[in-house]
């Protein structure tokens, strides 16, 4: 039994360090404007992406759609940057995701939901929600102990 309880403690533990090392490879998030008619960001959705990111030890830094940061700096190597873009449907619907990509623009995760569980709530509070789950999926695929690891950076291709 007690074989048999360390080799799942095991198993879970290797399976954690796999999916932490997935963002191994980046110090930055850049976080591109979430528009929409009557604004940037009118859900108060980048300060919730900006917070978990931050907690982990990324650098983050909002940008426009040519690449412009707001805050922040991009760094000389470009392929330290991931690349984050979030969509989501009406508030009906409820469908949300979290695409990342690198410098060479190639997809690199993506993490989706779908349906508002509660109709309710304000468009706010619910896209709020669904971010935070989004978030949840991610934190888990970081892990609890992120650090970079400049092997696992892409390389820029021309």
């Known amino acids: 039994m ?6 799942l403690a095991l198993l879970i533990s290797f399976s954690q360090s796999i999916y932490s090392q997935k ?5 930055h998030i850049a976080i591109y404007d979430i528009d929409y008619q009557s604004g940037v960001d009118v859900y108060e ?6 917070d978990l990111f931050e907690k982990k030890g990324f ?7 040519d690449y412009n940061p707001y805050d922040g700096y991009l760094p000389n ?8 873009e979030v969509y989501h449907s009406t508030y009906v619907t ?6 990342f990509s690198d410098c060479n623009e190639k997809p690199f995760t993506k993490f989706s939901d779908s349906g508002i569980k509660n109709l309710s709530v304000t468009p706010k509070h619910g896209f709020r ?3 935070k789950s989004l978030l949840k999926k991610v934190k888990k695929k970081i892990g609890r102990k992120y650090k970079f690891n400049s092997s ?3 390389i820029l291709q021309n």
């Open 23 to 27: 963002f191994d490879g980046f110090t």
């Open 2 to 7: 007690k074989k048999i309880l360390f080799t």
């Open 94 to 99: 409820g469908s949300m995701s979290l695409e």
């Open 129 to 131: 929600g669904k971010m």
């Open 45 to 50: 959705l980048t300060p919730l992406i900006i």
């Open 59 to 65: 650098e983050t830094l909002r940008i426009d759609k």
């Open 152 to 154: 696992r950076t892409p």
């Open 77 to 84: 190597n470009l392929c330290q940057v991931l690349f984050l």
